[in-house]
């Protein structure tokens, strides 16, 4: 059996120890916010936090997380790293604010990305956004709106934009 705390809640399971936590997370939890693009760590659509780092859950074999803190893009708004307001984190207020999304399938990995960019850097440059950024792939192209919304966020974040 296996503890896995995933937005603060705890479950015990009984996967495979090398099922990917991805295929948990959608499947057994039925947290479907987190997309599968590629299964093999190359696009950041599976992306979510593990004590906090952004992690794919497609290569991250579960049996590695339990007993860690995970969260995924439902539990996003739950946590306190940046600020929040009116129940969304300020990514999700500035992502809408800036409408980032398109088809919106690579989006969740790209929040949880952008999350934890601004709670290791409040004041990322448009080059530490490329950088945490680079290998979550777009194929509608929304880059210059998601680097417009990190900016938003932190700016939010730091209570200086509406
Ligand atoms: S689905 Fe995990 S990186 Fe593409
Ligand atoms: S919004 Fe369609 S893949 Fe990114």
Redesign the pocket.
């Known amino acids: 059996m296996i503890r896995l705390t995933v937005n603060g809640t705890v479950w015990t399971i009984d996967p495979p120890p090398d099922m990917p936590l991805?295929w948990v997370v959608r499947e057994t939890l039925g947290l479907t916010g987190t997309?599968?693009?590629?299964?093999?760590?190359?696009?950041?659509?599976?992306?979510v936090h593990v004590e906090g780092q952004p992690t794919?859950?497609?290569?991250t074999p579960v049996g590695s997380v339990a007993d860690k803190a995970i969260v995924t893009i439902e539990g996003l708004a739950g946590t306190g790293s940046v600020v929040s307001a009116g129940g969304l984190h300020v990514v999700q207020q500035a992502w809408i604010a800036e409408e980032v999304p398109q088809c919106g399938y690579c989006q969740s990995?790209q929040l949880m990305a952008a999350a934890a960019l601004l709670a290791a850097n409040p004041s990322p440059t448009d080059a530490d956004i490329d950088a945490a950024l680079s290998g979550h792939i777009c194929r509608c192209g929304t880059y210059q709106r998601i680097r417009a919304a990190v900016h938003r966020a932190a700016a939010l974040a730091r209570g200086v934009a509406r």
């Not at 997309?35 to 992306?47: D, F, V, Y």
């Not at 794919?56 to 290569?59: D, E, G, H, L, N």
């Open positions: 991805l997309k599968c693009g590629c299964g093999m760590a190359l696009c950041g659509a599976c992306t794919r859950s497609c290569v990995g």
